[in-house]
């Protein structure tokens, strides 16, 4: 990964918090978990997780990437805005997974 894939990552990681932070109820904890950028910086994915996970589904529903891209476009100065997608970060639920198999052993 480039330095500029990074800082872009870092950025775009800070704004989604703040964005998401701003947008949805606060019955809900949703964090941003990692940032995945495209090399030539024109796709970005943002991995979140949800609490409780059953509101997985509904806050997915409720964040409008047009929304979202029209936010950093506001707060970053790049000759391009990457398209942005969100998703679940399911490394958490296999984490989960592992530590019980673990733990049955």
Same mark, same amino acid.
């Given at each position: 990964?480039?330095l500029r894939?990074?800082?872009?990552?870092?950025?775009?990681?800070?704004?989604?918090?703040?964005?998401?932070?701003?947008?949805?109820?606060?019955?809900?904890?949703?964090?941003?978990?990692?940032?995945?950028?495209?090399?030539?910086?024109?796709?970005a994915v943002?991995?979140?997780?949800?609490?409780?996970?059953?509101?997985?589904?509904?806050?997915?529903?409720?964040?409008?990437?047009? !929304? *979202? #891209?029209?936010?950093?476009?506001? +707060?970053?100065?790049? &000759?391009?805005?990457p398209a /942005? !997608? *969100? #998703?679940?970060?399911?490394?958490? +639920?296999?984490?989960? &997974?592992?530590?019980?198999? /673990?733990?049955?052993?």
């Amino acid at each position: 990964m480039s330095l500029r894939q990074e800082k872009i990552n870092s950025l775009i990681k800070n704004l989604a918090a703040e964005f998401l932070s701003r947008e949805l109820d606060r019955k809900t904890l949703v964090s941003v978990t990692r940032i995945e950028t495209s090399s030539d910086l024109k796709n970005a994915v943002v991995f979140i997780i949800v609490f409780p996970e059953k509101e997985e589904h509904p806050v997915l529903g409720k964040i409008k990437p047009g !929304e *979202f #891209r029209g936010f950093i476009k506001q +707060k970053m100065k790049t &000759k391009f805005l990457p398209a /942005i !997608e *969100f #998703r679940i970060d399911e490394s958490l +639920k296999k984490e989960r &997974k592992m530590d019980r198999l /673990i733990d049955n052993v």
